[in-house]
């Protein structure tokens, strides 16, 4: 390491500061983790397999460039795994985008020239479609519910995945999204006054007033101005929804899509309503490491079995019977033992 660190020290112009990261076998994403920081120190590899004829196990070109295509193909996975399961509960607009871009990088693979970059592809499109191969239609509801995206997002994604069912597919998502709206449309709620959007009244008084913060507050207004003439037109709210123009990404980029359905509350009460109830449903409620981590697949001697007296106990405690009279057909998962449960998930 020493010598490792002389070698960085030489080479001018290598000021990174990252380090290397080992790999751990039961974390997929480590495996990006120590190819994304050992590229950057190619060089410095390079350099002391020249003045270090003891270090036998530099990457030749081949194995260098290999190593930068696996990478590429995994940052993919990792970007969206850290999104999706991170700190920031993302709201549900952001699941169609991602599973989309998937399946594009792994359709992508499938045509790579490098056999084994080729052969990861396949596996993993295997596993792809067992769980994606039809796109969930109430996640769909979160892209139309982004007003930079909408339903002529989801028909350029369908074409890009397979044009001949594309059209057929989009229909499937609008006549649902349609159906569900129903229901909401049928509940009665108070009239709401057309009004713009009080800032005041909002926690943006309080901070200072993004980009993107300031554009809502125009469209509030545009909104109030509109209001009227939709109200006395009798139009089908979703359909005037769908028919407006969409937000530029370049200008909202960063736009939190329920603070603006706030705003459109005014507008669209009920289509706010069910706007709200689809956006706050979580992509997924387990953390990222859990997810792919195959620690659970690891058998040691801690691990291995179950005592025979511990499975006589819980037969004998699924046949119990409650201080009701009733007869216990399972061991409970309530209270002690559902913590049990979870824990074992995280292990």
């Not at 530099?58 to 190593?67: K, M, N, T, Y």
């Not at 736009?255 to 289509?271: A, I, M």
Request: hydrophobic share 35%; glycine share 4%; aromatic share 10%.
């Amino acid at each position: 390491m020493i010598r490792f660190k002389e070698c960085v020290s030489a080479i001018h112009g290598l000021n990174f500061t990252s380090g290397l990261h080992l790999d751990v076998t039961t974390r997929w994403n480590s495996t990006y983790i120590m190819l994304e920081s050992t590229i950057k120190y190619r060089k410095a590899f390079e350099y002391l397999k020249a003045t270090n004829h003891a270090y036998k196990y530099c990457l030749s070109v081949d194995e260098w460039g290999r190593a930068e295509r696996i990478c590429e193909f995994l940052f993919s996975f990792y970007e969206t795994t850290n999104l999706i399961s991170g700190t920031s509960y993302p709201t549900l607009n952001l699941y169609f985008l991602q599973v989309y871009h998937i399946q594009c990088v792994l359709m992508e693979s499938l045509r790579s020239e490098d056999k084994l970059l080729r052969s990861m592809g396949e596996k993993m499109m295997n596993k792809f479609k067992k769980y994606w191969e039809k796109y969930s239609v109430i996640l769909a509801f979160g892209a139309i519910l982004d007003l930079r995206l909408k339903i002529s997002t989801l028909e350029l994604m369908y074409e890009e995945i397979d044009a001949e069912t594309a059209k057929e597919k989009v229909e499937h998502v609008k006549k649902k999204l349609y159906k569900f709206f129903k229901k909401y449309d049928k509940n009665s709620l108070p009239t709401v006054e057309a009004q713009g959007p009080s800032i005041q009244s909002s926690s943006m008084a309080h901070t200072p007033e993004s980009a993107s913060k300031k554009r809502l507050a125009i469209i509030g207004k545009l909104m109030k101005r509109n209001h009227q003439a939709e109200v006395s037109s009798g139009k089908n709210p979703l359909d005037t929804y769908l028919e407006e123009p969409l937000l530029s990404n370049d200008y909202f980029e960063d736009l939190d899509v329920l603070e603006l359905w706030k705003l459109y509350e005014s507008r669209y009460p009920k289509l706010s309503i069910m706007a709200r109830d689809l956006l706050s449903i979580p992509i997924t409620t387990v953390a990222s490491e859990s997810v792919f981590s195959i620690g659970a697949h690891v058998i040691n001697k801690y691990r291995s079995r179950m005592l025979p007296e511990n499975v006589e106990a819980g037969e004998r405690e699924g046949e119990d019977v409650n201080p009701q009279g009733a007869r216990r057909d399972s061991v409970s998962t309530s209270g002690s033992d559902s913590n049990f449960i979870d824990l074992e998930v995280d292990n």
